[in-house]
């Protein structure tokens, strides 16, 4: 089992509603999800095309994937999660977009913005202690070769390449789009997310989510909104 810590707006916001029904996966019930009606691909391509993002369902990811250290229960996962949102304030990125990463589709920050990249940080750290080390076939997956060396050292260190000066907030939409329809994926995206786009997008909670067995698709086992009434350990 492994869990992870995401942003992801509430259930029943127009975003994760809209992101759900794209991504034909719905993370907080752990069900499936149609797919909407006013995209131009049939549902057999719009399952390959999203079908890598969404076994993780719509998120940001925070603190990756991890197995639990062993002197650390479910519970008290669960505890210290539920003292961090209470211990952070909520804020906003000014202004969201669509981006590519690679040949990913997602949404990204318009520019950089310290404060989302200040938060992340301290989700790394504050939830470090509770994490076991990596596994060897969990480090091959990653293809340390592919990696920068600072990439390498912060996966052995922190679990994840992509943390610190190395993370990018993102909120996947699709997997790798190839082919000879990647022009029309790319319209459908656009077409679709454009509402949501060109303006701020609140980090107002954050989701516990689980992996039961490898390969399963995630689920958010609590969803905590960041009320910032008290104050942060020292």
Not at 133 to 150: C, G, Q
Not at 209 to 230: C, M
Request: glycine residues 6%.
């Amino acid at each position: 089992m492994r869990y992870a810590i995401y942003f992801t707006p509430p259930a029943d916001d127009p975003l994760t509603v809209a992101a759900s029904r794209w991504l034909g996966y719905d993370a907080f019930s752990g069900e499936e999800r149609p797919y909407p009606d006013n995209i131009a691909l049939p549902a057999g391509r719009m399952s390959a095309v999203t079908a890598a993002a969404a076994r993780y369902g719509f998120h940001a990811t925070m603190k990756a994937p991890f197995r639990l250290a062993e002197n650390i229960s479910p519970s008290a996962l669960e505890a210290t999660f539920d003292v961090f949102c209470r211990n952070r304030k909520p804020f906003s990125i000014p202004e969201i977009t669509l981006g590519q990463l690679g040949k990913f589709y997602a949404l990204i920050p318009a520019a950089e913005y310290d404060e989302l990249q200040a938060f992340a940080a301290d989700v790394v750290e504050h939830f470090e202690p509770m994490r076991a080390p990596l596994l060897n076939d969990e480090i091959a997956r990653r293809k340390p070769e592919t990696l920068t060396e600072i990439q390498r050292d912060y996966m052995v260190r922190w679990g994840y390449p992509y943390v610190f000066d190395e993370f990018r907030f993102h909120m996947t939409l699709t997997g790798p789009v190839t082919g000879t329809d990647a022009h029309v994926i790319e319209t459908a995206v656009q077409d679709y997310f454009g509402p949501y786009t060109g303006k701020p997008l609140e980090i107002g909670g954050l989701g516990l989510f689980v992996e039961e067995r490898r390969g399963a698709p995630f689920t958010i086992k609590r969803w905590q909104p960041l009320s910032g009434v008290e104050e942060p350990e020292t």
